[in-house]
């Protein structure tokens, strides 16, 4: 698949790049809506949209004017002093998601880490825990990001080995049993953090009712609710938030990924003012977290996500989806997980494994990503057409009949 000028990008980019990822080798030069080019002018569907980042498509036209209108006036201040951009853009993003208070961020794992601090210094300063005995529980087969605390947490070895010693405090429990959650909670938990749905995990829904025990358990033993929506919010699953699925409202929100319009890293803390409000001056911060132009695009994110027009995009087209991806099962794929416009796909092992199946749906102009073994993960951008779905699961089609 990779051509001479394409070749010449991918060389250069083992070269000179540390080898933390292994992507497919289509070199993208250009995109609109759901589709890439590539340096050869060959055109692909994205099926993965940066891990969500691309809800509402590449290069949306209203989010791009957004960031275009910003370059020309201000794009950094650092928090030292306020911008013009940043209140509107957390008022919005609070009035949004039913809350008070926003700390913004950059990336995922940023607003995972600042959660944890957050957590932390509201058991010392509110619920009365003993200096540095806080705890919090997390779910096996998480995944929460890649910095040293956040993988020190993680149940999966690839993420973790190699790169201790590690943060102590958490306390791992099985995802989706309420019981093993209650066992483990004890007067010094301050916080619950779990994914919704476990996304890297292979697109994983926690049982029927099992985030409304979260809520219920943590209210009763005065413990935050801490919901990583990086990946599952801002319209992927046919809502807002996955949390509004299960009917729950959790003390704190994290989101990023299609927060930044798949412009620029844009993350958030959101929540009530009893709990981000705990820090102080001088306790927290990033040099960029807050910049006026991750606002304007965030407040431009904010506007398409109002309109709830890509919550039943996301509701309507996942249906199809679903379905098409079900009429697969027995023929090369073992079972599908589907909520929303977000599935994970387990291809039968024995045929092939999940990157395998990448690298063949890409040669058919369908880019996707394997999760784990023989796991592929489906989450196109929330613009794409009811067509487009039944030419991408054509595709998938093929490829494990060729593999049959
Ligand atoms: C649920 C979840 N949390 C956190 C992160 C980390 O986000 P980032 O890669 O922007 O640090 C991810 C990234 O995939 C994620 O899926």
Known sequence: MATDSASACIRQTERFGAHNYQPLPVVIASGQGAWVLDVEGRRYLDCLAAYSALNFGHRHPALVAAAHAQLDRLTLTSRAFHNDRLGEFMERLATLAGTQMVLPMNTGAEAVESAIKVARTWG??????????????????NFHGRTTT????????????GFGPFTPGFDTVLYGDAEALAAAITPETVAVLIEPIQGEAGVILPPEGYLAQVRRLTAEHGVLFIADEIQSGLGRTGATFECDNAGVRPDLYLLGKALGGGIVPVSAVVGESSVLGVLRPGEHGSTFGGNPLAAAVGIAVVDLLETGEYQSRAR???????????????????SVRVRGMWAGVDIDPDLATGHRVCELLAERGVLAKETHGSTIRLAPPLVITAEE????????REVLAELS
């Open 124 to 141: 010392y300063r509110v619920k009365g825990v003993p200096t540095d005995r806080a705890r919090i529980i997390v779910a096996a087969n």
């Open 389 to 396: 779905i039944d030419w991408a699961i054509d595709q998938l």
């Open 150 to 161: 956040i993988v020190g947490f993680s149940s999966d070895p690839g993420a973790r080995d």
């Open 316 to 334: 309507e087209l996942g249906a199809v989806l679903g379905r098409r991806l079900e009429e697969l099962v027995g023929a090369g794929v073992q």
